[in-house]
């Protein structure tokens, strides 16, 4: 065939083609799928966290994933095969590897210390954030030692930028300062982006390590615009898209900045102070999906959050399993969003659009035997192996100072001391929350070292606001050069001790023991000639109908109950008090339930047991648990006032952190007359013996 004959030939076969597609219509069930890359990230999905990895136990051990514990897991990064890398700080300081087998393992770091090198013989300090580049390379934001480090899937790990000295200066990696890095990403361009907290600022590492600053100037602020007018306020996450747009995590700020390439810097979502339910409340952690879909960790309100490209908030992970601080988060190609639950010491995911899985992996929140820090019985108050009066126990209603009697559960537990008295540590700690200290110059100012919170106090400074200790608490000063906050780096540490402050106007320190959301009882801790022998004391039981009025009826000196009411609620006022306490002191009690007996004093069946309802035994994180607890007329409305009531609603349920509304149905029993018993508890074992029972007459 000639040269001309095969070009007419194709001509015709491709005029035949283009002709064929407008007399044959392909219908939709033949039309074959056009693959473009990852499918779209669903908007406004919820789904369960599913544990990954972590018994909830603080602690190193490598093996089986959920056996496996970890101190201080903060950042995790996702590599392409699947494997989660976990930057665990604490006393741990290594980089941990969670493989798809199942297993957890070291890569890299031993002791704390700062020192380059391979597998055990490298150390870190309070490593924090986490990145992972095409190769599989991890880079770690070192906020103790102030650099940002690289291991290699070999676990080589050598240093990229820091001195390790806190500081601020731009330049040559070696010759860099960064103070407290703790949020890092890698761009499309190869560059890194560093959330440099205590600077408050975003550094840029070039390819060549030389370090610049993209945005936020010399001071804490909170301003929009070119980068050195821009202001942040304890940023501590970053990502960055494929257009290399940083997303910070502004935690102070209560706001989501983005940052262009140029270094301009806007707010796309953020909280504002009178919001009742703010979109965004402390944002601790940022990680994006492929297409621009941005997913938020909060620091307080543990949840997880998608912001859409269109600008809403909506909430991922149920109310029911809160977190109790996620600190790192990291999004697979599929769309799996990995968390690191630093207080909790556990690693959860979260599947787009997933549905229940196996209850055993639903868990959330630190274990309930995890083992209390090592105090020695001390006090936080001199002298620390002697007696001192307590005021106030986990779980006790309190009010505020707007007349609401029920405003929220007492936290912890309340050590009288006198104003201006210094406040010790009571063990050895290390700071893990990158904002350790809060509330200056207010009543509820105070300080978290690790598991426990010391409140109510001048945080590092004496009665006249000198600072203590000017290495560990910084005083930041504002434009017209007065005092406005005091930071306490994440990784500082504290000895037992130490001096934390001094007393405000509240005349006594709280100490709170556990993650927030899952404080536990501070009385466990077995305070030094810490002594109770009194048992609690009740001084009525009532029983209101469905409209919360008072049955008052009698019979034969028997409250009168008929047996068609729908449902009735048990209320007890009863209250407690512990050896060498003022008289007049009255606390609120550890436990409390009901029994129902026979004329005889034996009890019914189904009753051999009390129904303990309610024991605070670890505080619920729903703000509506006060009102479930107490009733109407409980409340100590200011603290030290002469007004102590403790009312309990001993037919509701709160016990194990948990809340649940009830009811007694008096159609459980026949009609005739019966005895209510209440069994009330205090921590130390003591049970009410008087008062404590109901003669009830059920017609």
């Known amino acids: 065939m000639t040269r001309n004959a095969w070009i007419l030939l194709i001509v015709g076969i491709t005029g035949a083609a283009v002709a064929a597609t407008f007399l044959f219509e392909r219908t939709p069930e033949r039309a074959l799928p056009v693959v473009l890359g990852p499918a779209p990230t669903p908007v406004g ?7 990954l990895a972590g018994d909830g136990v603080q602690g190193l051990r490598d093996g089986a994933a959920l056996q496996a514990r970890f101190a201080d897991p903060y950042g995790v990064a996702v590599s392409r095969d699947g494997t989660l890398y976990v930057a665990d700080a604490g006393d741990s300081n290594r980089i941990r590897v969670v493989r798809a087998n199942g297993t957890v393992a070291t890569l890299a770091g031993a002791v704390e210390g700062f020192a380059d090198g391979v597998g055990a013989a490298a150390s870190f300090d309070t490593p924090s954030g986490l990145a992972i580049d095409a190769a599989g390379n991890l880079f770690v934001a070192d906020t103790g030692n102030h650099a940002i480090r690289k291991v290699t899937p070999q676990g080589v790990v050598t240093t990229i930028a820091g001195n390790g000295i806190p500081g601020f200066r731009d330049g040559a990696g070696a010759q860099a300062q960064f103070d407290g890095p703790i949020g890092i990403d890698i761009g499309r361009d190869g560059r890194l982006y560093v959330a440099d907290t205590y600077n ?8 060549d390590g030389t370090v610049g600053t993209l945005a936020g100037g010399d001071a804490p602020g909170d301003l929009d615009g070119p980068g050195a007018i821009a202001r942040f306020d304890t940023p501590t996450g970053v990502a960055v898209d494929a257009m290399n747009r940083v997303y910070v995590a502004d935690l102070r700020n209560n706001a989501i900045r983005r940052i262009t390439p140029r270094g301009e810097v806007s707010t796309v979502a953020r909280g504002l102070p009178d919001d009742g339910h703010p979109p965004v409340h402390r944002p601790l952690s940022v990680a994006l999906a492929h297409d621009g879909v941005l997913y938020i960790g909060e620091l307080y309100r543990g949840g997880l959050n998608q912001l859409a490209r269109d600008g809403t908030v909506r909430r991922v992970t149920p109310d029911a399993q809160a977190l109790s601080r996620p600190t790192g988060l990291a999004v697979a190609e599929d769309g799996t969003v990995f968390i690191a639950d630093e207080s909790s010491y556990r690693i959860h995911r979260v599947v787009p659009e997933g549905h229940a899985t196996d209850p055993s992996l639903l868990v959330v929140g630190p274990a309930a035997d995890t083992p209390l820090p090592a105090t020695g019985g001390r006090w936080p108050l001199r002298p620390q192996d002697g007696w001192h009066e307590v005021v106030g126990t986990l779980g006790e209603v309190r009010g505020n100072y707007r007349k609401e009697n029920r405003d929220h559960l007492h936290g912890g537990l309340d050590i009288r001391g006198d104003v201006g008295q210094e406040v010790v540590a009571i063990a050895d700690a290390k700071v893990s929350s990158p904002t350790g200290a809060w509330g200056f110059g207010d009543l509820g100012e105070g300080i978290a070292l690790d598991t426990l919170s010391y409140i109510h106090m001048r945080v590092g400074r004496t009665p006249r606001g000198d600072v203590l200790d000017p290495q560990r608490f910084q005083l930041l000063t504002g434009a017209d050069g007065k005092p406005e906050r005091i930071r306490v780096r994440r990784g500082t540490r504290f000895a037992v001790g130490d001096v934390l402050g001094t007393i405000n106007p509240m005349a006594h320190v709280h100490l709170s023991v556990g993650a927030y959301g899952y404080e536990r009882n501070a009385i466990a801790l077995g305070f030094a000639q810490w002594a109770d022998a009194s048992p609690p004391r009740i001084d009525r039981i009532e029983l209101l109908d469905p409209q919360e009025q008072a049955l008052t009826t009698k019979q034969d000196g028997r409250i009168v109950l008929p047996r068609d009411l729908p449902g009735v609620q048990i209320v007890v006022d009863a209250w407690d008090q512990v050896d060498r306490n003022l008289p007049r002191r009255r606390l609120g ?50 603290h030290g006032s002469a007004i102590t009531r403790f009312q309990y609603l001993v037919t509701n349920t709160v016990r194990d952190g948990q809340l649940a509304r009830g009811a007694w149905n008096p159609a459980e029993l026949p009609a005739g007359d019966y005895v209510l018993r209440i069994t009330a508890r205090d921590y130390s074992g003591n049970v009410a013996s008087t008062g404590r029972d109901l003669a009830v007459r059920v017609r």
Do not use: C
């Open 45 to 51: 999905w919820t789904s369960p966290l599913q544990l």
């Open 200 to 207: 408050d600022r975003i550094r840029v590492i070039a390819r």
């Open 589 to 638: 009690l550890h436990a409390l339930g009901y029994q129902w007996l026979d004329v005889a004093g034996a009890p019914l069946p189904g009753y051999e047991q009390p129904r303990m309802n309610i024991e605070f035994n670890r505080m619920p994180a729903d703000p509506e648990a006060v009102k479930i607890a107490y009733g109407p007329d409980s409340g100590i409305t200011v």
